[in-house]
Nanobody, 119 residues
Framework: QVHVAESGGGLVQAGGSLRLSCAAS????????VAWFRQAPGQERENVAQ????????AYSNSVKGRFTISRDNAESTVYLQMNSLKPEDTAVYYC????????????WGQGTQVTVST
């Protein structure tokens, strides 16, 4: 089994920065990629960034491209999401998820961490 746990959320003013962490544990050799999702009240869940577990391949949604950076520390089995130039519309619960090779879904999910951006 794989477990992922988020940390680092909080309240920040517009224009500020936060860094989220996603710590993976258990059978991390099963992981092929990790992603950050977010969901605001009344809105659909959005995949904002993802990174390969074994290469430098990354992808971002258009809504965060140029402001957010996803990175990985394999020694610590941790994935980070550096969020800069935050906007009130970035307010959401942010979730970390991991997937296995050839899996059509994101198989392992964290509990989420709240990010609130004030005006």
């Amino acid at each position: 089994q794989v477990h992922v746990a988020e940390s680092g959320g909080g309240l920040v003013q517009a224009g500020g920065s936060l860094r989220l962490s996603c710590a993976a544990s258990g059978q991390t050799f099963r992981i092929s990629a990790v992603a950050w999702f977010r969901q605001a009240p009344g809105q659909e869940r959005e995949n904002v960034a993802q990174i390969s577990w074994t290469s430098s391949t990354t992808a971002y949604s258009n809504s965060v491209k140029g402001r957010f950076t996803i990175s990985r520390d394999n020694a610590e089995s941790t994935v980070y999401l550096q969020m800069n130039s935050l906007k009130p519309e970035d307010t959401a619960v942010y979730y970390c998820a991991a997937t296995r090779p050839a899996s059509p879904t994101w198989d392992y999910w964290g509990q989420g961490t709240q990010v609130t951006v004030s005006t």
